[in-house]
């Protein structure tokens, strides 16, 4: 049997929180669709590309950089959503085995697990992104890039994960309040 915690809603919540969740759910929904039309864009590229090459001899030179600077946008704008829903990767035995007093508290240690790691993207990720500028880097291959462009999904994945972890920390810290944990 899984534990969850109680649907958000304004009674529950209070009218802070839960609009605080639902512009947060805005959020996350639109860089998920950009994280969608990126990895759109990368299957019709590899379906143009390995026929291109292999069949016409004609290989499309920057598709391999495009995929694979993409890949980083995918995942930095795709986490946020799936963290909001709690799609994440848990150690499903040990929660499930957890009564509803203890559930929050599981929740608010995860949360606080993933707040220290949006600190690391947000401030690092800023930091290299800035010396890369500095130092003007540029990618390798056909399109060079500036690096530090790309470098800065990491701090804006980074906040959208302290986005969502706050509204997390606040929901879990509300429930151990009040002892609201539904089975």
């Not at 995918?74 to 909001?84: K, Q, S, Y």
């Not at 010396?131 to 462009?149: C, D």
Request: aromatic content about 8%.
């Amino acid at each position: 049997m899984q534990h969850t915690l109680d649907t958000p809603t304004i009674q529950q919540d209070g009218p802070l929180l839960y609009y605080y969740g639902r512009f947060i759910m805005r959020i996350c929904q639109f860089a998920m669709a950009i994280a969608c039309v990126l990895l759109l864009v990368d299957l019709v590229l590899v379906g143009l590309a390995i026929p291109m090459r292999y069949v016409f001899s004609k290989p499309i030179i920057w598709a391999d950089e495009v995929i694979a600077l993409s890949l980083t946008s995918i995942v930095m704008l795709g986490a946020p959503e799936v963290l909001r829903r709690n799609g994440h990767i848990g150690v499903d035995i040990l929660i499930s085995h957890l009564s509803a007093k203890w559930l929050p508290w599981a929740q608010l240690w995860a949360s606080l697990s993933v707040l220290s790691m949006t600190g690391i993207l947000i401030f690092n990720g800023w930091h290299t992104a800035m010396f890369a500028k500095m130092i003007g880097s540029l990618t390798e291959g056909h399109l060079e890039l500036p690096v530090w462009q790309l470098q800065l999904l990491l701090p804006i994945g980074g906040v959208l994960l302290l986005l969502v972890t706050i509204e997390q920390l606040w929901r879990s810290t509300r429930h151990i309040i009040k002892g609201t944990a539904k089975v």
